[in-house]
């Protein structure tokens, strides 16, 4: 059985002030949890103080993205050594805001997650439509070519450290969501694809969460639904309130 995973987005929110008082009480809120992964993900520059905050609890620290060179004259990059250095164990790579407004390809996203588990960082591998290919009905198509080229070239080995978030992107932060069933179809016909494109141990290993407005009163629905592991949680994960129940509502009952 494949363990839920919750993690939190927090995106361009939170300075160090906020980022331990938030940490500090989920701290305290998922002291007893269990059956369930817990991970933040903060701005760069807070990646330290949170995890500092959060050393010896069950919640893991991720960043959002990272550069594929280890170093070098790349200015304005974040590498894996670096954000695994900050305490990092986890890195969200070709989210769909990086794709948009940042250039991220298939073949970025390749390179960062090769970056990534060089050096043991888990990576959460985003990928999704956009509402004109939903309309369209080219779901099916953008999520085979996503797949297929983001994760060229992974052994079996590889993969099965790896997450996968499907993002419906007109579902991120628009109030919208995913019927469980449209997540559901998204999210078998992903773990179809990565039987095919590694084997079957892999297919029903890796662990796809679903990222599209989740909120405490849908969590349990997407969760009902057989192929949906946990979620990638945006705007919902910046209160306490509203993350402590999402990450609740995903305990396998």
């Not at 550069?67 to 969200?92: C, H, M, N, R």
């Not at 979620?231 to 999402?246: E, H, T």
């Amino acid at each position: 059985m494949r363990k839920p995973i919750i993690a939190g987005n927090w995106k361009l929110f939170k300075n160090a002030l906020e980022a331990i008082e938030l940490v500090t009480i989920l701290k305290r809120e998922f002291c007893d949890v269990e059956g369930v992964d817990i991970v933040v993900c903060p701005v760069f520059v807070v990646l330290r103080d949170v995890y500092e905050c959060l050393m010896e609890s069950n919640i893991g620290v991720g960043a959002q993205d990272l550069y594929w060179e280890d170093s070098g004259a790349f200015t304005g990059e974040v590498s894996a050594p670096l954000i695994k250095d900050a305490g990092a164990q986890y890195v969200i790579i070709g989210h769909s805001e990086r794709r948009q407004f940042f250039g991220e390809t298939n073949q970025t996203v390749n390179k960062k997650i090769k970056a990534a588990l060089k050096h043991n960082l888990t990576p959460i591998i985003c990928v999704g439509e956009v509402l004109a290919e939903r309309e369209a009905g080219q779901t099916m198509d953008v999520l085979k070519k996503q797949c297929e080229e983001s994760l060229a070239g992974l052994t079996n080995e590889e993969m099965v450290k790896c997450v996968i978030a499907y993002e419906p992107v007109w579902a991120i932060g628009t109030g919208k969501t995913a019927t469980p069933a449209q997540a559901e179809e998204a999210h078998k016909y992903i773990r179809g694809l990565l039987v095919k494109q590694f084997s079957e141990d892999v297919g029903q290993s890796v662990r796809i969460q679903y990222g599209g407005s989740v909120k405490p009163d849908n969590i349990k629905e997407l969760m009902a639904q057989p192929d949906v592991d946990g979620a990638l949680v945006g705007g919902a994960s910046l209160k306490s309130d509203s993350f402590s129940a999402i990450v609740k509502g995903a305990i396998p009952a």
